[in-house]
């Protein structure tokens, strides 16, 4: 099982940048997929969720009203949408999707998920 995180890059702040993640190896269609983040020298975070349907999403106080997080079933894939980004939201974005199925809302403990992504670096410049 791979998840392939992609869209990282280097932004000026109030810029914006659409991260991608398709998965292989098994479908996730039925798991909450979601992001967290971790910059230098601070433990991974929680940024979004989203639950197998779609209908529910889950932020981090951080970003919301920023960020905006979307999944494509039918291409095992969940997007993050980040717009005025600041150079605090510079880390290595992974994506990541639940152990379990059908949950019904997204958790914000790393605990609750299973499998992982490479992080991809987004670097928001001041």
């Known amino acids: 099982v791979q998840l392939q995180a992609s869209g990282g890059g280097l932004v000026q702040a109030g810029g914006s940048l659409r991260l991608s993640c398709v998965a292989s190896g098994r479908t996730f269609s039925r798991n909450i997929m979601g992001w967290f983040r971790q910059a230098p020298g601070e433990e991974r975070e929680f940024v979004a969720g989203?639950?197998?349907?779609?209908?529910?999403?889950s932020y981090a106080d951080s970003v919301k009203g920023r960020f905006t997080i979307a999944r494509d079933n039918a291409k095992n894939a969940v997007f993050l949408q980040m717009n005025s980004l600041q150079p605090e939201d510079t880390a290595d974005y992974y994506c990541t999707a639940d152990r379990n199925e059908f949950r019904a809302q997204p958790s914000t403990r790393e605990s609750a998920y299973e499998y992982w992504g490479q992080g991809t670096l987004v670097t928001v410049s001041s």
């Open positions: 989203i639950t197998w349907s779609g209908r529910t999403t």
